[in-house]
């Protein structure tokens, strides 16, 4: 790792809401002081600095180190290397990385920053093997330029193991025809987990997809067979819910491709996503979503979809 000052990253985080839909992301290096690179979203970041002192405090759930007040606002302490390397050497968490995601405010400790490297989302992959089971953690894997390999944390399952999964309410709602169904994509687990309970309590069926590439092709697939028996998909399918980050293929690129081919025309996309910003709601209506619900909110997340699957 190169090393480079917090302060001298800060400025090259700019400008990112214009990677959306261009199927790029951007990624920030970490390490945690056990030789792997790690990364992290670049649209989830809020700033980069030294730790400062952290005010311990009690009955703190598991890896949360304490609290700190940053300009007034009483945010928690994470630290990373207990949740992805427990047991091992510490890292020396002189750096904070405050993260901005979920509709939550949170810092994650790591040993030290690197850089920020830009990366086509085809070449951002699901890890495999031993990657895979890694405390279940990374998200996805991509490579540089030199070879090494880096890690993409899914923070997202780090933070709801940190302040626990919401409850998933019982939905009053009238029966659904048995020939309807939902599709929906996300390369998070416990996003997967949350979305399909929904779907239990609300009584719908779907098909759904763990990347944007194969839910297109899983789309396509559906779309072909159904055309094929001189039916109108729309008459079934009822709503399209995609997540905005996944590998191989981004949610905003997928809209594209969904709202470019009229065998979708008429049905919903809703962008279920953990990027809540105003500037990532305006990406997602640039390229047509119809509704945009943030994660993760099972009430949010089933008041928004149950209109849309009665209409």
């Not at 649209?43 to 007034?72: A, D, W, Y």
Request: with cysteine; charged share 25%.
């Amino acid at each position: 790792m190169s090393g480079k000052t917090p302060e001298n990253l800060l400025d090259s985080i700019d400008a990112r809401t214009k990677l959306a839909g261009s199927n790029k992301m951007e990624i920030l290096l970490f390490s945690l002081g056990t030789g792997e690179i790690f990364g992290i979203n670049v649209f989830k970041v809020r700033e980069v600095s030294q730790t400062p002192h952290i005010t311990k405090t009690p009955n703190m759930p598991p890896g949360v180190e304490g609290v700190i007040s940053l300009r007034g606002n009483i945010i928690p302490i994470i630290s990373l290397s207990k949740f992805v390397s427990p047991g091992q050497n510490r890292s020396s968490e002189q750096t904070m990385i405050v993260t901005e995601f979920s509709r939550h405010t949170q810092s994650f400790l790591v040993d030290e920053v690197d850089r920020i490297i830009r990366v086509d989302w085809d070449k951002v992959r699901a890890p495999e093997g031993m990657l895979a089971g890694s405390q279940g953690l990374i998200t996805a894997v991509t490579e540089l330029p030199d070879g090494k390999l880096v890690s993409i944390l899914d923070v997202e399952q780090i933070l709801s193991s940190v302040i626990g999964e919401k409850l998933i309410p019982d939905v009053a709602t009238n029966p659904i025809r048995e020939d309807i169904y939902m599709f929906f994509c996300d390369d998070s687990m416990v996003a997967r987990k949350e979305i399909t309970g929904v779907l239990d309590k609300l009584g719908v069926k779907y098909h759904q997809a763990n990347n944007g590439k194969e839910a297109w092709t899983k789309l396509q697939n559906l779309a072909s067979r159904v055309q094929g028996e001189g039916e109108f998909l729309g008459d079934h399918l009822k709503l399209i819910l995609v997540d905005a980050e996944m590998p191989e293929m981004d949610g905003y690129v997928l809209t594209k491709h969904i709202k470019a081919d009229q065998r979708f025309k008429g049905i919903p996309v809703v962008m279920h996503s953990s990027l809540s910003s105003n500037a990532n709601r305006a990406m997602g209506n640039s390229v047509g979503v119809d509704a945009y619900v943030a994660k993760f909110d099972p009430v949010i997340l089933a008041e928004t979809i149950k209109p849309l699957l009665m209409s």
